[in-house]
């Protein structure tokens, strides 16, 4: 029979040696369903190792799709961190791309020239807008006790709707209608040129996304280990009521942590405007779904910023090797699989950070017996 | 309160057969249960007869939950032995002790709220009905109303859960147990949540329960229920078992003597002397406070402390206590009244005012309210202190000063601990209470509010704390001291005030006050 007991207290090694063995335990069970589904495992994990991290600009493809989740991931770390569960990354990502893309097109190509400047505004523009757009259910927790893992995930459909809207079903200062094309087949207004952020490097390709992302991290570690804000959040994470005893005002905190939370998931969407699509493509980001890959990106890191930042790049490369692993003998849904199996194992290995596991054989029967050979515990 | 009817048979039946039943339907011998920091159960033992209602009588924290929790399978004991009918077993989880006819009605009801009262019935049975797929109902509901019959449980098995009235879900949970043929049921504080006729209703039921040989083990901290109800009382207290008394032989006085515990006669300090007169440095004045389950929970408490005195307030749990703690250190707000800290209003219901003011607090709840248990020794230590200068510059904390207060608390109050790393709950509770003291007095405060704070302290710790809380009132600190240990109350208090209902019901000078007298106005009698 096993059973599980929690764990009285929980060594400081297990929660670097959980994840580790959780990623382990889900590539092994991925080398099963690999093996059922006709794939050799090994030849595919080298594929995968080559495609993702090792092969010829890899690692620049790897750092590209490591970006966006980068951001959602840290935005989920910032908010669970506190023990609220913003799972709205996704929609205040959205509404940080909508932000972006305003403040480009209001910049426009004319003489504002400079791309730092673009850089700046777009970040502060998309950090706002998903600020706000987090505050809604970051209110409602605050001040009605609403559940803001249902608010924040519904208006992530809201959200999803509202860009859609946006370039879909009107002619929104977003929508390209300039042409007779565009007309019919609608898309957004391309951004201007020097809302194009840079990259750095030329065997590996970093975009500037990818760093501000690392700044963040490292913004969001010193927030939370050096400040007297984030003494206040840890204490309201472990304790409510120790926290009102010691004063502490946990509304005011959680509305800063819900704005943390969105304003780092609205720049997100920024570097999706700035690095990548250049325009608000309503479509690809819905597709994406970086809000929700992002929290497993915390989960696996447990809500480390630093680990974030590994995680996100695992992960980004995973989804890396996914593209250039499909094809007609690998179908993509392969990946989702594999995605799917590595967050299974993670959330089951948070059980084993605060459980034990005992085996012991049939003690039911004891019990009804009486047997006086089970010594006393 | 008064006496209550007696239910029991005139003749006493209960008592004098169960006394000379030669095989006890429980017995638990020498059980003891710890927990990090607390010793729940202290090799307690007791033994229950068949036919028998046999009471578990002792203040909050003196271990009942954790034993019934022990013999409901729930918790492993750490050592010790439970019988039932003469053999010895061991439960592994809560369907062991089922499965052996223990079943417990707890304080808070386990019953799905959508579901029927027959469909409650038969949830978790694993025999006959309740093994197969379907739920046969009209089986199950002719059995539930026959059962309800014969035991003056009347409630319709077709209702639903959250139809009925809190007593008539109590009446579920006892059917659930006649259901499933529990030979042994436990009641946890069955009356806490009835009226005074369900109670009378309640306590016939479980006579006649013991009429068929059933044991019936009921746990209360109230006197007249335990004299009007059970054959035999078993006190425990802090822990261990006090006796065993025949309920026919106490009386309230003589059980509230044994809860309380009088023989540890701790001696009062003899250097105390005249009542000291400094100035008034917290003054109540009318207070009152709603209470959780709706009502209030203070009526219009009015109190003055001065500098250097210790006031103890005495009570049974659950009498505004707890509240009245809560409401000046600010976690509670109150609806009317004044709380004054020297010559300063609190705002009602801001901790961080009753802090700046002066206010200290130990809360009875160490860890979780006093303490959060996963943070660090140094970052528990920061509580009070980590908005000011020395331990935060601007929004940055200092986090080797933070490590510094810690240690030097840890050495100043000889709290044993690897070091300002260790997450708090890692720590027993007597020193969990030494660095909460500890924290306390390094902000210097005016008025310390000490809630319980020997609850589940060995000796040693309550010398310690005793200690801390009398120097404290030497320097001149206004201590308000919250305790249900009388002993502890007669030896460091100046003054004594009973709480009993929400409010205050006598004031005694500690030096000619008993423990007679206290427990008699703790339990609602007229001052004398």
Redesign the interface.
Known sequence: MIRLERRLDQPKWLSVAVPVGSLIAAFAIMAVILAVTGHAPGHTYRQMLEAGFTGNGAFSATLLSATPILFTGLAAAAAFRMQLFNIGAEGQLYLGAVGASWIALKLGDGDAGSTPLYVLAMCVAAGVMGALWALIPGVLRAFANTNEIITSLMLNYVAGFLITYLIFDSSSYWRDVSTLQAQSFPQGKPMPAGAEWPTFGSSVVVPLGFLIGLGVAASLWMLYSRTRFGFEVSVIADSPRAARYAGMRTRRKILAVMAISGGIAGIGGASQIGDFTHTLDPTGLQGAAFGYTGIVVAALARYNPFAVCLVAVLLGGLQNAGFTLQGPDFPSGLVGVMQGIILFCALGGELLIRYRVTISRRARARADTGSAAEPAR | MGESTPVRGANGRGAGSSGASPIPAVRMVEVTKRF?GVLANDAVSFEAAPGEVHALLGENGAGKTTLSNILT?LY??????IE?FG???????P???L??GICMVHQHFRLVEPFTVAENVVLGDHRSEGKSFFVHSPAIERRVAELGEQYGLGVHPRSRIWQLSVGEQQRVEILKALYREARILIMDEPTAVLTPQEAEALFVTLRAMAEEGKTVIFISHKLHEVTAVADRVTVLRGGRTVETVMASDATQRSLAALMVGREVDLGRSPERKQKPSGDVVLELDGVRVPGDRGGEALKGVALVLRSGEIVAVAGVAGNGQRELAETI???RASSAGTIRVGARELHPG??????KAGVA?I?E?RL????????SIS?NA???T??TAPI?WG???A?KRMAELARSLIKRYDVKAPGPET?A??LSGGNLQKLMLGREFHGDPKVLIAAQPTRGLDVGAIETVHGFLRDAASNGVAVLLISEDLDEILALADRVVVMYEGAIVGELDAASATVEELGYLMAGGEAR
């Open positions: 990090p399978g492993r004991p750490d050592e010790g032995q039932l053999e010895a077993v061991h439960f592994h989880s369907r062991d002790a499965d052996a250190s600010g976690m801001d901790p961080r005012d009753a802090i607090h809360p709840d979780g309210t006093g303490l959060a248990p996963s943070l970052r920061a509580f009070k980590y908005r935060s929004p940055f904390l986090v997450p709950r890692n």
